[in-house]
Structure formats: structure tokens, C-alpha cells
């Protein structure tokens, strides 16, 4: 261990020698009672102890080199993770006397162990105590004078040290970085690259992979420069999230799988089962029906390592998506990136030093305004000169930023600034000096943390609360008596300082955390004495490795893994089918009996039990075992597991064909078990549920009316965090019982759910068990299924009880009459009712007396009320809904009035389907409408960006459609009265007119149109004005295009996907050709369609669809008609679902495109066009005769 590893940090000595000695100092005192030689090998042992900790704490923080020491550390870390053995098995023994020795398991739910007065070793653990303690001995003998060794004491500490007890902290929220010096960058990306790539030269279009109308984009750099900042600000940019109906980030792995980079997109885009054995076609067969002709956008994050033909499989591969689909990719790669770039490269060079000092400042200083201007001038001093050491790197600028931010002391600050990092020669690290400054400076609990992680694949997503018990389960994560916080919230904590300093960061869409690939780096480098990631491509496995991950399919592999060994952490991340893997890993589990963190989730096992090899293992405290096709748990699982905090035995019915797990009788003597999760059949067979008293997480519990399965088994467990859904509710016989399960005790539950089934009985009992279960006031979300009461308890009308509550569901309450008074909730922003039989209106009681109701609701949602026939609003209600921006209304079939007016201030989403009766309306979407006329007032929609009206065939409009400025999406169905008198004066001034006529007027945000010969046979498509943005047009049960229609298409420049369905068109509108972006034309059930315009379609098209269509025109598009010439040029033309097969000798054919004809030419003749002739283009300056006689094309 010499050299950067204990540089920075080596084995963590400090905090693993800090805990095993506080475990030691539990047994002295009055706690327990122990035998005179016990008691005097723990007092041995946590002199010893301290003696060490005194000593190492020092020797991480300096650059030390001696071979020597090195030595000395690893025996001193074997001799001390062998005591926490040993005091493990006396604390196992402590809890298994407790539980089946005097079975009062409620003790522990306030002092756990410090109850037991006697403890008496067996002879096994005495001798291993003793062996301990003499090596211990033997060691602290070696070195009586460690810190002369190291040539330092605790006088001569470095001061940042020192500094550490006068520190100034400023809190500064997680947040997205600004892109400092990448605007220019981030809009030639946007604007150029990705929404606008036509503006490309043309030479660019003509690389090989733009033919199947797929942009690859890549953006290179050197690591740390800011690559995955801007792909990431590109990614949720909000015109890029509207335009593309797919999009996925993936984090590619170190060895890019092109298998794994599908099975990655599958799950991204959509929930599904287990991969277990699907092949390459499977996935791609999955895949192509989820993007079915979508634009798609898929960033592929930090392509890096041998790509060699990976890459060019992966691309072929790819199903067509939309014209206009992009893969964005991030690599340090610029070969690789030159060769697959169709538009070329985005590269981002290191920041000049000017705009990285502004960024530096951003995270030494953030919104701080409490320090002097001298001393803020001096500071930043000493920041331009770190400023300059960081090579330009947005990376560096953050983690340093962060650590100077930590402590706003000059001193401080020097020191770090003439840090003996900067001076590290070249080559002698991988490691970034600004990193390996921001690691030495973190805590050393910290600093284990981190390293810990380079136990997962590279670039894999981390769950954040996974990752924190599986710190838990290793005792990484001190817990203070004193303090009030749990763990798990510490380690939440701690977690989030880790983002803030950037040693993880936020995926791409936000759904979990990855490392960054300079980060990685440095957790494999740290922690190379402690944990190995065992792959195909690794070395040898070191020895005193203690946490050990696998990702191989190869069992020779495995060999490599010792007979004995000390392993505390093993990893499955291998395939889930190998033959002979499963008996391979149980015997290799079968040696390692000090294990605590075990998974095993990516394990397909091969007998309804997990590994026998997991019944020796005493030590366990987190375990995963889910979707791995388990039935049971073997009978002794419980006598064996009394450390065991984390369970997963989460099942799916698509992996191994049922949730339930079969479990044995003890498992509430796992009284140290803090997280479960296991389907709700599974949990409903532990009897006794309530002696887990530390349980932190229990999602769903179902109440059973035998003891030990009743509602009363939740009365002890306090500790419950996040959500309860408590099931079958109807089991709870009295107000009393319910009350019992002490729901207002559970402060730590934000979510509540109160589950009954469809069973009969009476009515009124609901009422009073709802009345029992009133959970704690704290909560902010609560759901209610199937309650049969006819109204709701008193705890209901309490706005002060629930002013926290954001989330009310109320769903199948088929016997409530009278709805609470839920718009006095202050905090309520989503509500959505469903199936309430009995409710007849929605009026003052929903609202409550207050003259503003629902003060915060954004989301209002209420379907399938079958008896409701009005919504009205009460005359003394100034403020009604001032803050709702969607409402649906689903299914009410008798409602007749709706006071959908009063929403218009803020209203931007509004559906409503299936209510048949609704006549009363002022604001639309509108579904099903009947014949009455109803007027639609736009002038009060404002701020409206969806807009349905189908099938309201008295429907008129007053006001001025172009008033809806913020509309990005419209669709009119069957609406043939939509335009009022007034409107039709307008529509006749605008006939035979270019709309540029008028340039100011228009829908300047609508990007999605779907219309129907309704909007079209009446002309009213004139009142819509300018459509700059507009990129969809679907254009239903047309008849013919009119010259006034023809006008208007030109005048789309920016449509990009047309699509003309029901239509009863001969023929296409000549300025087609005219529309320069358009990319995809899709013409479906057009029964009477036989020609193409005769002057082309656009050079643009990259994908034809034809489907059901007239057989002649179907005839005239393949290879071998007549249109084919017009045609030929798109790379993808589909004709009733199949892709059109170019003829083989097309390669070769050269491309004529518009600009390329001789002016003097006017007029020449084609014969027959051969297979290979693939793309022509016409001018309308030029005259074309096809002379349909010869196989090979020949120019007169």
C-alpha cells in the first residue's frame, strides 16, 4: 500500500479503527456484566485501539511514502476488521439470548441491547477475542514510536487542520451548474445541429450514416471539460423536450455492449420485465415497437475505451425512428467522433482562465453576502491563483469551488492554494490534482463512503437510498446517541455532499445518480487495497481485498476468488443465465462468513431457495435478492440473520412466475431489520410483524384478523418512513382497534394510503374505523379506496390537521354523498376523484366557507362521478381555483354544467372526454358534445397550450383564434359551425392572399395541428394566420385541395412531418416541393389518391409512408413505376408497412439535386431509370419526358 493509495486515504483506517472501537466500548461500563478474563481483554483492546486511532487519523492526510508503514497498516487492518468480527458475534449472541431466551422483544425499541446485564462467551469467540488482542499487542509492540516513523506528531498537523474548528460554513442548495463560456456551443447545438440541421452545408449531408435520416451528433473534449453539462442542458431544453416524442439517457459502460446499450434504452423508455435471456433481435424487435416511426432523441453519455465495430453494428441496428431522430454522444474519442458524426463535431476546449475564474467564484462565493469587502477581496485573490491551476476544467472549478466554499478562512484557502498536489509530476496519477485535493479534504467517513462505490459497473445508475443502507450495513455510518436524526438521514445527508462536490452527479433524466468517469477513477484508485471489481479484463485479485464485485459470464473467472477470505461485500452484476454459475456461486459464497453486503439480484437462481452458502452468514446486514425467481426462504433464515437490516425478496410474476416468497415462522425475530420490501401477500405471512421495531420502510401491510396479522401489529413501529399503504382496511373491527395502530405516532410517514375492498358491510363502521386511523398531521399526500361511508370522519374537515397535505385521492367511495371541505387545505396542489357513485353535485361543501377556495391546486382531476349532474360556484368565492393549470374531466356522463370559465387565468391544460350531457361551456378541449350551440370565448384563454374540440357540431368560436399565444398544440374534429358570422369576414379578405400579407398575425407557438375537412372544406384553416413553428399537420377526411389551401401549405416552412389520413384526394397540393424542412409525408387510407405533384416532392424528405392507399399509386411508387423517379431519393419509403428493398447496384448512382441543372437546359429526356438510379430532383424551369423503353438510363 504505497504510493497514491495512501496518498489518499488507503484503507480508511480512521473511521474503521473509530467504529470497531466504539462497538468495544459498549461492553465497558455498567451495560453489561462479563466474566473477569472478558472483561479484561475488552478493556485490552480499546486501549489498544485508541492508541491506534490517535496515531493513523494523522498519517492520512500526508504524503507519506515508506514500504514499511505500508506493511504495518495492513496488518493492523486485518487484526481489526477480525475484532469486529468478534464483537459482532458477541452482539449476535446478545440479540439471539434476547429473542429466545426471555422473548421480550418490545425492550429493544428504545435501548436495543443496552438492556442485557449478562453476557457469557462461548469458547469460540473467547479464544478469537484472545488471538485479537495478542496480535494487537504484537503490532503496537512493533512500532512503540509510529510517529516518528511517519515524521510527523499531532503538534505539526497541517493547518487546515487547525482551521477545522473555526470553520465558517455557507449552505448553498444542489442546483444545475450554469454553462460559463458554452453558450455559443449550447445554441449551435440546439438551433443548429439538433432543431434546424437542413442550415448544414450540403457536403456534410452527404456522409454515409445521413442517408437513414438519423443525426449523429458528438460532442468531444478531455475529461472534466464540461461535455456532460451541455449535453444535459440540451437534453431538458424545453423546445428539444417538445419536439422529440422519445428520449433516453444512457450512461455507456466502460466496454460498450451493444446489447446492453439496448437493454438500457428498453428501460428507460418504458417499464419492463427482467432481460434474462433475450438475443439481439429481441431487443431490437422490443425497441422498434417502442419508437413505431417516433422522433427520438438518445444521449449516449462518455463513449469511451475500445469502440473498434461496435459502434457501426450499434448504428445499423438502430430502428428508423422519425426524420430528424438524433443520438447525441459524449466521448474524449475525436477519431471515433470524426467518423460518426454526420454533421460533423461539437468540440469543447478547456475554459480560458478569465471565464474560469467567474465560474470558480460562483461556487467559492454563491448568493454569500455576510463577508466584509476586504476580506472578500482577498479572497478572491487567492482564488484567481488556484483559478490558474485548474487547467481550464468546469470539473476542477466545481470540486474546489465547493471545498474553499466549506470554510471562508483565508488561511484556509493559502492552504490549499500551495497544496503539494499542484507540484505532482506528470504521469505520476491519473488523478486530476483538483481532485485528489477536493477527496484528501473531505471527511474521512467521506472519504470511505465514496471509494466504497467503485464496487459498481462504470457509468451505472445509483440509487441514492440503496446506496445509503448499504453504507449502514458496513457501519460506515456513525450514529450519535444525542442526535435526534436517523441513519438513514445522516447518510442522506452525507450523500448529498457528495453531489454537491461533484463525485456523483444527476443522470441524464434524473431518475438516479452516476459517477462521473474522473471521478471513477479516482474511487478504483483509493480503494484499491479495500474493493476490486472483478471482470473478463481484470488482474489479479489483491490480497486484503474485503469487498469484491463480479460482472462476468466466464466461471474460469471465478477462480481467481481465494478459498479463504475475509470478503464483506460481494456483488453479482454478471448475466442472469450461465449454466453452472449458480453452484459456483455458492461455493464460492460458501467461504466468505464475514460478509455484510450481499446481492445477488441480477442472479437467476436455479432452485426455488437462494445459495445454502447464505445460511453460515452471521455477519449479513443487507441482502437483495429480488427478481432473482426465489419461492421460499429456508426454515433457519431466521436463527441465522440477527444483524440483517436490508431485505429485498421483491419478486416479479414475469421473472419466475409469482411475487409470493414463501416465508418461514421467525421473522420477527429480525428485530434489527430496518428496510423490507417484498409484495404485500409476502409480508401478510409474518406473524408478529410489530416486534420489528426499527423497521424504517414497509410499503404495503395487510390487515388479517388473526393474531398477529391485525391492524394492532403497527402500534410499536414508530420508526416508519416515506409511504404506508395499509390493505384491507375492512379487517379492522372497531374505532378502537384502530387506534391502536397509533398513526399520529409515525411522524417520519409523508404519504398515507387507506385501502378497503368491495366486501359488504356496514356502512356506518367505516366511518368510525376511518375515524381510528387518522394519521399524522405532518403528512402530505393521502389516498382512499373504496371506503363505503356516506361521509367523511371529523379529522377530514380539519384544515390545521392536514395543512400539509399536497395529494388527496379519493377513488371507489361508491356510498359517499357529501364531499369534505378540502379547498380550505392550504397546501393542496393535485385532486383527483374518482368513482363516487352517490355524489350528486360539486358545490359549497367541497369548497368549504372561505372566500378563496383550493388557494394552491395546480391539478384537478375528477372522472366516472355517474350521479353528478352539476359543478357550480358559490357567489361568495372571490378566488376560485387561482392557481390551476389542468383539469380533466373523465366519464361524467349526466353532467350538464360546469363552471369552466372561472379557470381562465391560469388554466394551461384542459380534457374532457365522454361527457355527453355537458352543454354549459366556455373554455375547451370539448369531446362529445351534443347539437346545441355553445360558444367558445378564446379571448380568455391566454395562456392555454392545448386546445381539443371534437365532435361539437354547434360549436362556434367568438374572439380571434391568434389571441391564444401560448398554444403549441390544437386539434379540430367534426366541428363544421365552428367560425361565427363575425369570423367569416375575415377568412373572405384573406382568400387568395400569401399570409405574408400580414406578417404580424398568427399562432407563432403552435407546433402540433390535426384537423379535419371541417377546418378545411369551410376555409377556416385562413384564421389561424401564421404558423412559424408549426412541425406536425395531420389533415383528416379532406376532399381536395383548394388554391386558397395550396397557398396556405406554402407558407409552412418550418412543418416537418405531414400526414394526410380518411382523405378523399386524387391528388397532392403542388407547393408540396416548396417546403424546405419538410422530412416525413405519410399518406394513409386515402382511397381515391393516384399521383404524385408532377413537379416532385421535397429534396428534403428523408421517409415516405403509404398505407392503404389507391393501387395505383401503391403500383406507381415501387422500384419498378413510374413515380419511382420522383421519388427515389428518400432513404426511407415504407408501402403498407414494408420497407421498400433498394435495387443492389444503387450505391453507386450520383446524386442530381435542385441548383445542379445548366440554365440553358430546358427541356431532355429519360429513359427507363436502371435499379440504381436513387435520386433525382426537378426544377420547374425544366421540362421532363420519361421514355419508358431501356433498362439503363440515358441523358438526350
Known sequence: MTGIELLVGGWFASPVIKRVLEKAMKYVGGNYKLNKNTEELIDTLTGKLALCQETVKVAERRMINSEHLAVWLNKLKRVVYDAEDVLDDMEAKSIKDQVEGKNMVSKFASSSLSVIKNMFLPDGNHKSLNEVVDKLNELCAENTNFLNLVNMNIMDEPNDLKLSAQRETISRPLEKMKLYGRQQEYFDLILEMILHPDTKSSEKKKQKYNNRGLLVIPIVGMGGVGKTALAQAVYNNPEVQQIFKLKAWISVSYIFDIKLVLRKLIQSLSVVPRFDVMTLEDLLNSLSQIINGLRYLFVLDDICGKIENQWDILYKTLPLGSPGSVVLITTQNQAFANRVGTLGLLMLNPLDTKTLLELLKSFMFGSINAISEEKR?????????????????????????????????????????????????????????????????????????????????????????????????????????????????????????????????????????????????????????????????????????????????????????????????????????????????????????????????????????????????????????????????????????????????????????????????????????????????????????????????????????????????????????????????????????????????????????????????????????????????????????????????????????????????????????????????????????????????????????????????????????????????????????????????????????????????????????????????????????????????????????????????????????????????????????????????????????SLEVNQAKGLWSLSDLIMDQSLLDNDYHLILGRLPSLRFLLCEGSEQFTRDQTLWFQELTSLQELSIRYSEITELPSSLVTLPSLRKLELKFCSHLESLPENGIPASLLELDVENCFYKLVWRCQPEGEFWPLIAHVPVIRIDGKVIERPQNSAGTSIVRPGAWPHCIGSFGVYKLFPGASQIHYCNSVEFNLIRKSEHSVLI
Open 377 to 993: 477581496n482577498n479572497l478572491e485573490i487567492i482564488g484567481k491563483q488556484i483559478a490558474r491551476k485548474l487547467r481550464g476544467l468546469p470539473l476542477a472549478a466545481k470540486i474546489i469551488g465547493n471545498i474553499l466554499r466549506s470554510n471562508i478562512n483565508e488561511e484556509y484557502w493559502r492552504t490549499i492554494s500551495r497544496s503539494e498536489w499542484w507540484n505532482m509530476p506528470e504521469g505520476r496519477s491519473q488523478i486530476l490534482p483538483s481532485i485528489a485535493i477536493g477527496y484528501q479534504h473531505l471527511d474521512p467517513c467521506l472519504r470511505q463512503c465514496f471509494a466504497y462505490c467503485s464496487l459498481f459497473p462504470r457509468h451505472s445508475l445509483i440509487d441514492k437510498d440503496r446506496l445509503v443502507q448499504m453504507w449502514i450495513a458496513q457501519n460506515f455510518i456513525h450514529h450519535d446517541s444525542n442526535d435526534a436524526r436517523k441513519m438513514e438521514d445522516i447518510g442522506r445527508e452525507w450523500f448529498d455532499k457528495l453531489v454537491n462536490m461533484s463525485f456523483f452527479e444527476l443522470a441524464g433524466d434524473y431518475n438516479g445518480y452516476v459517477i462521473p468517469n474522473l471521478m471513477y477513477d479516482l474511487a478504483v484508485v483509493v480503494s484499491s487495497d479495500e474493493c476490486f471489481f472483478l471482470s473478463d479484463q481484470s488482474n489479479e485479485i489483491p490480497h486484503g481485498v474485503h469487498h469484491l464485485a463480479v460482472d462476468t459470464k466466464n466461471l474460469n473467472v471465478l477462480q481467481q476468488i481465494p478459498r479463504r477470505n475475509h470478503i464483506r461485500s460481494f456483488f453479482y452484476f454478471g448475466y442472469p443465465h450461465v449454466d453452472g454459475m449458480f453452484s459456483t456461486i455458492n461455493k464460492i459464497l460458501s467461504n466468505m462468513e464475514s460478509i455484510r453486503v450481499l446481492d445477488l439480484s441480477y442472479l437467476h437462481m436455479e432452485t426455488t431457495k437462494p445459495p445454502k452458502a447464505i445460511e453460515n452468514m452471521a455477519h449479513l446486514r443487507f441482502l437483495d435478492l429480488s427478481l432473482t425467481g426465489i419461492k421460499e426462504l429456508s426454515q433457519s433464515f431466521p436463527n441465522d440473520h440477527y444483524h440483517l437490516q436490508s431485505l429485498n425478496i421483491q419478486q416479479s410474476a414475469l421473472v419466475g412466475g409469482s411475487k409470493l416468497v414463501k416465508l418461514p415462522k421467525g421473522i420477527n425475530k429480525l428485530i434489527n431489520l430496518r428496510h423490507l420490501n417484498a409484495d404485500a401477500d409476502t409480508i401478510a405471512q409474518i406473524s408478529g410483524i410489530g416486534q420489528l421495531v426499527n423497521l424504517q420502510e414497509l410499503d404495503k401491510y395487510r390487515v388479517g384478523e388473526t393474531e398477529g396479522n391485525k391492524i394492532t401489529e403497527l402500534k410499536n413501529l414508530r420508526e416508519l418512513s416515506g409511504r404506508l399503504i395499509i390493505m384491507d382496511c375492512e379487517n379492522v373491527r372497531s374505532k378502537e382497534e384502530a387506534e391502536q395502530a397509533r398513526l399520529p405516532d409515525k411522524k417520519n410517514l409523508n404519504s398515507v394510503a387507506l385501502y378497503w375492498t368491495n366486501a359488504q358491510r356496514e356502512p356506518n363502521i367505516d366511518k368510525e374505523i376511518l375515524e381510528g386511523l387518522k394519521p399524522y398531521e405532518g403528512i402530505t399526500e393521502l389516498a382512499i379506496r373504496s371506503y363505503m361511508g356516506l361521509s367523511f370522519p371529523d379529522w377530514m374537515t380539519d384544515s390545521n390537521l392536514l395543512q400539509n397535505l399536497q395529494s388527496i385521492y379519493l377513488d371507489s367511495c361508491s356510498d359517499l354523498q357529501v364531499l369534505p371541505p378540502l379547498g380550505q387545505l392550504p397546501s393542496l396542489k393535485r385532486l383527483h376523484i374518482s368513482v363516487l357513485n352517490s355524489v350528486k353535485m360539486i358545490d359549497h361543501c367541497l369548497y368549504g366557507i372561505d372566500k378563496t377556495a383550493f388557494p394552491c391546486l395546480t391539478h384537478f382531476i375528477f372522472s366516472n362521478l355517474i350521479s353528478c349532474g352539476e359543478w357550480t360556484r358559490p357567489t361568495w368565492i372571490s378566488r376560485f381555483f387561482p392557481h390551476l393549470s389542468t383539469l380533466e374531466i373523465w366519464h361524467n356522463i349526466v353532467l350538464t354544467k360546469a363552471p369552466l370559465h372561472c379557470f381562465s387565468a391560469s388554466l394551461k391544460v384542459l380534457k374532457i372526454l365522454g361527457c355527453y350531457n355537458l352543454t354549459s361551456l366556455n373554455l375547451l378541449p370539448v369531446n362529445n358534445c351534443d347539437t346545441s350551440t355553445t360558444s367558445l370565448n378564446t379571448n380568455a384563454l391566454m395562456l392555454l397550450e392545448d386546445l381539443v374540440l371534437e365532435d361539437c357540431p354547434g360549436l362556434s368560436i367568438e374572439g380571434d383564434l391568434q389571441s391564444l399565444t401560448n398554444l403549441k398544440r390544437l386539434e379540430i374534429r367534426k366541428c363544421p359551425k365552428l367560425m361565427s358570422n363575425s369570423m367569416h369576414d375575415i377568412i373572405n379578405k384573406q382568400k387568395g392572399k
